[in-house]
């Protein structure tokens, strides 16, 4: 399997901060990296997918960039709604898996 | 707007089978740019792949979940369901449902709101 490891697992920030949460693959995955919101009691919502393309109706303080093994998901500027938590995954090859996630918190 | 929607008992006994169903709601589940599968979500932990399968019958499985899990489709109602057996107090989660991505990139970009699923005698 191919591991995901994500950086922090936490963090604190306020409102309007710019915010760079990390994702490294154990082995070489191209761009079949995607990024998920998820929200207390919610479903995760994709935000970004092939490593840097940002699905639609997502804001676009949200980007994602990477290849290979290394990848980062920035929050241009962080707004209320955006505390959650956040979660790569790999979708190269099967069985995808996740990170263990990066929990934004107000600071 | 694409729906999906699980179903299926809360609770579950150990040693039994979990089944649940996810229907799938304004759109076709018989697209042949699409997958559907399961993802898990044990309490306080991160999420798990189960399965996907196509509309017409092809599936594959996460092998951490060895021989368990099976995953169906019943494209007459618009569903797909997944089996779980003998199953232990390490299968307590919230299951969702997803729809993947067929063309090239696989990701997840529609989801069940999730069902709680709890594996206790």
């Known amino acids: 399997d191919i591991w995901m490891t994500q950086s922090p697992s936490s963090l604190s920030a306020s409102v309007g901060d710019r915010v760079t949460i990390t994702c490294r693959a154990s082995?070489?995955?191209?761009?079949?990296l995607n990024w998920y919101q998820q929200k207390p009691g919610k479903a995760p919502k994709l935000l970004i997918y092939?490593?840097?393309s940002l699905q639609s109706g997502v804001p676009s303080r949200f980007s994602g960039s990477g290849s290979g093994t290394d990848f980062t998901l920035t929050i241009s500027s962080l707004q209320p709604e955006d505390f959650a938590t956040y979660c790569c995954q790999q979708s190269y090859t099967t069985p995808y898996t996740f990170g263990q996630g990066t929990k934004l918190e107000i600071k | 707007q694409l729906q999906l929607q699980e179903s299926g008992p809360g609770l579950v006994k150990p040693s039994e089978a979990l089944s649940l169903t996810c229907t799938v709601s304004g759109g076709s589940i018989s697209s042949s740019s699409y997958y559907w599968g399961w993802i898990r979500q044990p309490p306080g932990k991160g999420l798990e792949w189960m399965g996907s399968i196509y509309y017409r019958g092809s599936a594959y499985y996460n092998p951490s979940l060895k021989s368990r899990v099976t995953i169906s489709v019943d494209t007459s109602k618009n569903q797909f369901s997944l089996k779980l057996n003998s199953v232990t107090a390490a299968d307590t989660a919230v299951y969702y449902c997803?729809?993947?991505?067929?063309?090239?990139?696989?990701?997840?970009?529609?989801w069940g709101e999730g069902t709680t699923v709890t594996v206790s005698s």
């Open positions: 997803a729809r993947r991505d067929g063309n090239y990139y696989y990701y997840m970009d529609v």
């Open positions: 082995q070489d995955i191209a761009n079949y």
């Open positions: 092939a490593a840097s």
